[in-house]
Each structure stands twice: as C-alpha cells, then as structure tokens.
C-alpha cells in the first residue's frame, strides 16, 4: 500500500509539488532563520563577554553598583592577592584584570598646540603578559588596521576611527587627561603604535588600549583593577557551571558589609544578558511552533483543494472496499512522506543559506553607526547539529495537521454523497 | 449454484432532505435478486435508480425499510464493515471517472487486490488474467489518460471481476459509450456472468443493454411500476 502511494505522490504533480513547495519554503525559512538567529546571538553574546562580561565577572559592590561610570576609585584592591586565590579556587576558569577609564585624548601638534581632543573610551588589559590570553581573547592581531600591538610601556592602541577624526598617525604622541583613583588631576602621553577596529561601533569610536601596568601608574591603582574577569577553558558559557562558581565565590563575602568587598557576576546577570540568552535556546523552537501553525494553515487551505479534486478518488477507493478510515489513514502516511520529502528539501536549502551566511555574513556595520551596543558589524549564521533535524518537525507536523483538517471532510461527508462526485 | 435471495429488498424507502422537507427518492419497494441473475434496473431520469444501487452497494442506508445483501443488513453495518462487504464480495462499475488517473491500467485492477492483502504473485496473475476477460491485457502499462472511453470501461469490467466478486453493480455503464463499444461491453459482462456465475445489477435507460437483460425492474418515481423476466436472444451462446 505504502508502495502504491508513493507511486501516486510521484506520479501526481498536483498532489505533491505544491504541498512541498510549502513546506520546502517553511522549512527553509525555519532553517535558516533560526541559523541565522543564533549565529547573531550567540556571537553577540560572544562579544560581550569577550570585551565586557566576561564569563564571570569579579568588582567591589560599590564598582557593580556604578560601573557604567567605571568609578575607579571604587575599584578592588590587593587583586594580586584576590587574583591568585581565584585561579587557585577556580582553576577551570581563565582570570584576567582589566581596568575601564574614561578621560579626554589629547592630540597635540608639532608646537605642543592642542589639534584635537575627543573622549575616550579606555581599556587596560595585560598586554604584555603571554598567558592571560587577552590580545587573543580580543581579537587584537586580526583588528589592527596600521601598525602594531604595543610592545612595552606608553605605547597605545586607539581605535582607527578616532585615530582619523583626530589625524593621528602611527608614532605620534597623544595625552590622556583624567582623573587617578584618588579623585587628582593626571596627564599622560602615550606613543601610537597602531590602530584598531574591532567591528563594533561602541569599541571603535573612542578607543584606547593599553597595558594594565601603564594605567595602574597613570591612575594611581598601584595593585588595583577595575574588574577581574573569569573566562571559561572551554571558551563557552555554560550558565550552571558558571552559577556554581559564583555561588560558591560570593558565599565567602555573604556575611560582608564592606562596600567594597568583591562580589561575582556571571555573563547571564550581566548587561541585560539573561533575555539574549533566553532567545537564542528559543529561536529554533519558537521558529517551528510559528511555521508549524502558518503551514498547517496555508497547507490546511491547499488540501482542501485537493481534497475535494480528489473525492472523486476516495468515492472510487470506498467502491473497491477500503474504509473511510483506511483512506483517512493513507491520507495521513502520505502526508508523512510529502512531509519528509518537503523537509529534506527545506533542510538542504537552508543549511546551504546557513553555511554561506556563516561564511560571508551580512554587513550591518552601516545601520550600526549610531549604536552602543557590543555588537559585531558583521552578523554571521551558526550552524548547530540540531538543524539538520529540526526542520523536519514543522515540516512533518503542518503537512500532518493540514491533510488531518483537510481530511475531516471525508468523515462528515455521507458516503454517498462522496460517490455523487462519480455521476456526472 | 444456489438460488437463494442475494439481495432482499423489503419496504425499502430513501428520503433525502431538501430546504425545508423532504425529497422521496424511493418509496415502499420490495423485491429480491437471486444468486447469478442478470438484471437491470430500467426507469426515467430521478426515478430511484442510482439511489437503489447505492444502498444495495452499501454505500447508503435505506431511511425505512430493511436491505439485506449476502445475508447482510445494510442499515446495521459499520463502516469498516460495509467497506469489507464491498471489499470482498461487491465489483462496482460507474459511468464515468471509473479509475484511478495516477495509476495504469494494471495498477487500477491490482488496488482491490491489495486492499485484500493478495500477495504480488497472486496479484499479477489475477490482474493479468481480468485483463484477458475483457480484451485489455496488452493496455496493461497504460494510463487512464491514454485509453479511450470503451476501454476504460471494459478496465472498470476487469477491476470489478478480478476479485471474482459475488455481485456486480453497474450504474449505467454504456452511458457514455458509442453502440459498437457498448454492444462489446455488455457482451463482456454476460460472458462472465455465464462462465463466473457472478450476479450483475445494472441501472439503465439504454435500450441496448436492456436488449441483453435476464431481468428489468421499471422504477417510476421511486416505486416498482413493473417487474419483468425475460427470455433474451442471448440467453444462449
Ligand atoms: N443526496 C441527495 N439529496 C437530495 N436529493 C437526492 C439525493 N440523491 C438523489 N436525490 C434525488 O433523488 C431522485 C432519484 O435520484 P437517482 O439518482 O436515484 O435517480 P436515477 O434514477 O439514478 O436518475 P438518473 O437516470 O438521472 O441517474 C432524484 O430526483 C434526485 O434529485
Ligand atoms: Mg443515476
């Protein structure tokens, strides 16, 4: 029988052809979209944590409470100490220290007279230390634009943007105006020894990178840090565990009322991050439930159709004995099989937009000009094992559920009328 | 053979709904086939023929009255088991739209076979052997759409025989036929209902199939007006 029916779905165009355009194109849609989707996410929430959050996040409460503002002089202190005890406690965990400071760049000419200033957005890392992994971690190599990563101390990256809005070239002198930890005035001048950008309009705007020694110095942090940041060995964010190290981090500080006692965030408490991470586990499956019912319909509508050009079929079918349910059955296993056919072809289409989105990306860099959200200019798709299957399920289920709606009309229609389709 | 009642038709009426009342399509009729007639049920247009058959087929329940086919009441049947009457021991034979377009020839005549669960051997040599009856085993790969009218009803012919079914229902076969193939077609049935002894009812305002009937029953709106036995000139070959 199966046979016999496949034949027939080969065979006749009209019953086949339409109904996995249908699905193809959902399927595709459903691919590819939620592909698409995640790749943005999930490199989003990359960038987040790479250049922001980290996977884990260490500041004094008073810092977490303002720490859009980097209030240096609410910064830890003794990380040294803080530092070690969290690689000994927490060794799966990468840790790095970072410093955030705002202030004015200063671009002086050839006489000491000011040509420009603009504001900065600065960022110590340890640069010149081999394993902290950060000029990997920040992409750095693949980001300068002219010259190179700094190389020893009062050496700056800026960001390419800023370095042309304030005509600076590689090797001049810029100085930086702001304020130490102890709330006095400081001045400091740093050779360019390159440009960066990141692809990221928050990032490359107001760029300063320099080593950490250089900032402690400049802002008067000896042995101090903004933030000390945890990034997984996996280079993943895995929520539970990442729970469990901050749980078991903050116990230590629970019973503290020291203000500037550190506490630990992880990347899901960060930035809002909880609702990003939330939406990439449900893409794939709120893609499905919504073509699911857009396809059931759409193939609800087109089996109708169908259905009422083929009770001609049925009326000859129960004429040779089969029973309305037999035929409501085949109905249902051809619509399976127009289902998986339909699906394999969506499938096929949308791992092939998946690949090539995930290969060359779409430029956004244009529209994202304005915005300070750490967001790659680039956005890519991600391809993920579950898509090779996922499809299948809208695919499977609308085609099921439209011929099951479709197909009610045998069920309420009396068998003779049914038959009324064979005179003429 | 037997001749016990194949068919017992008893104070059968059929009402239809229409608007607001009801339409009678048959009204009071009793009477009984007997096992290998072939017979006919003759009567103008709207008179109750098709109406007659559908529920001798079982494709339709009477609204008074009790139709007992093969011993069966049609009225208490289930679906599944109307559906396995038809399956095992009905052949049906419309007008038009008789087969399966996506299927040939073959296939057409095979699908009841399959709904029987025959095996592919006893398929095939089933098939081909209904398709000997009526002239059509070398149109065997063909497609409805590539066979004529004439053709396509003696297709109809095999797949209702293949199964070597007790009672053939034909609801006017020739109606669109031309004289030469409807001669060739109603001979065809004859033929078998000699050698395979099986029952054929027909329905029909054809004088040349009545011209081949055992049997005539004239319906005027809905009842009996006439029953007539018949010794036809073919009654021997
Ligand atoms: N489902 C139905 N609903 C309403 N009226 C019906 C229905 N089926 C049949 N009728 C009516 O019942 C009457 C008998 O119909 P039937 O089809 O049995 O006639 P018939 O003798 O086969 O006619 P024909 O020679 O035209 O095929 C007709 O007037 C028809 O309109
Ligand atoms: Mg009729």
Redesign the pocket.
């Given at each position: 029988m199966i046979k016999f029916l496949v034949k027939a779905i080969l065979r006749d165009k009209n019953r086949s052809l339409l109904p996995i355009i249908v699905i193809s194109i959902g399927v595709f849609l459903t691919i590819s979209l939620s592909g698409y989707l995640r790749g943005v996410m999930g490199d989003m929430i990359d960038q987040t944590a790479r250049f922001e959050t980290g996977h884990l996040k260490v500041m004094t409460r008073a810092y977490a409470g303002n720490k859009d503002q980097m209030p240096n002089d609410l910064a830890l202190l003794g990380v040294n100490e803080l530092t070690q005890s969290l690689r000994k406690e927490f060794p799966n965990y990468q840790w790095v220290e970072r410093i955030r400071f705002g202030g004015l760049i200063d671009a002086p000419d050839a006489e000491g007279e000011s040509k420009g200033q603009g504001p900065s957005a600065g960022l110590a890392i340890e640069l010149f230390s081999d394993n902290s992994g950060e000029v990997e971690r920040l992409n750095i190599p693949h980001s300068i634009v002219s010259g190179r990563i700094p190389q020893k101390a009062k050496e700056a990256l800026i960001g390419d943007e800023f370095a042309r809005k304030l005509k600076l070239d590689i090797g001049d002198e810029i100085t930086y105006l702001g304020t130490t930890m102890n709330g006095s005035m400081t001045m400091e001048s740093f050779t360019i020894s390159g440009t960066v950008r990141f692809g990221m309009a928050a990032m490359d705007k107001g760029a300063v990178i320099i080593d950490i020694s250089d900032a402690r110095n400049m802002l008067d942090m000896e042995n101090g840090a903004g933030e000390i940041l945890g990034f997984s060995d996996e280079g993943v964010y895995f929520d539970e565990t990442a729970k469990q190290t901050e749980q078991a981090f903050n116990a230590y500080y629970a019973n503290s009322n020291d203000t500037f006692a550190p506490v630990m965030f992880r990347l899901r408490e960060q930035n809002n991050m909880a609702n990003y991470l939330d939406y990439v586990d449900s893409f794939a499956s709120m893609f499905v439930v919504i073509f699911v019912i857009i396809m059931s319909v759409v193939l609800w509508n087109t089996g109708l159709i169908g259905g009422l050009r083929r009770y001609q079929e049925f009326g000859i079918r129960l004429a040779l004995g089969e029973s309305k349910g037999h035929i409501y059955r085949t109905l249902l296993t051809e619509a399976v099989l127009v289902g998986i056919l339909g699906s394999l072809a969506g499938t096929s289409l949308g791992l092939a937009a998946v690949l090539y989105l995930q290969v060359h990306g779409i430029d956004i860099s244009g529209m994202m000009s304005g915005t300070t959200m750490m967001m790659p200019s680039v956005l890519r798709a991600k391809f993920t094992t579950d898509l090779l299957y996922i499809g299948f399920i809208p695919g499977v289920a609308a085609m099921v559920a439209g011929n099951m709606l479709s197909g009610i009309g045998i069920y309420k229609r009396?068998t003779?009328?049914l038959f009324?389709e064979l005179?003429v | 053979m037997s001749h016990e009642n194949i068919i017992s038709i008893e104070h059968v009426s059929?009402r239809?709904?229409?608007g607001d009342g009801e339409?009678t399509?048959?009204s009071d009729i009793t009477i009984y086939f007997r096992r290998g007639e072939f017979a006919g049920?003759v009567?103008?247009?709207?008179?109750?023929?098709?109406?007659?058959?559908?529920i001798i087929g079982s494709l339709d329940t009477p609204t008074e009255g009790t139709a007992v086919v093969m011993g069966r009441n049609i009225s208490n049947l289930s679906h599944k088991e109307s559906a396995r009457l038809r399956n095992m021991h009905l052949g049906f034979i419309f007008q038009v739209y008789n087969l399966l377009p996506v299927y040939t020839v073959f296939e057409n005549v095979e699908f009841a076979l399959i709904l029987q669960h025959k095996s592919a051997a006893e398929r095939k040599k089933a098939v081909m052997e209904a398709l000997e009856w009526v002239g059509m085993a070398g149109m065997a790969r063909k497609k409805p759409s590539k066979i004529s009218g004439g053709e396509g009803q003696r297709v109809a012919i095999a797949r209702a025989m293949v199964k070597r079914p007790d009672l053939v229902l034909a609801?006017?076969p020739t109606a669109n036929l031309d004289a030469k193939n409807a001669h060739a077609i109603i001979q065809t049935m004859k033929n078998l209902n000699r050698e395979l002894h099986t029952t054929f009812l027909f329905?029909t305002?054809d004088e040349k199939v009545m011209s081949y009937l055992d049997r005539m029953v004239h319906?005027e709106d809905?009842k009996v007006a006439k029953d007539e036995f018949i010794k036809t000139k073919t009654t021997k070959p």
């Open positions: 009396e003779a009328t009324k005179e | 059929k239809f709904p229409v339409f399509a048959l049920v009567g103008p247009s709207g008179s109750g023929k098709t109406t007659l058959l559908n609801d006017e329905s305002h319906l809905g």
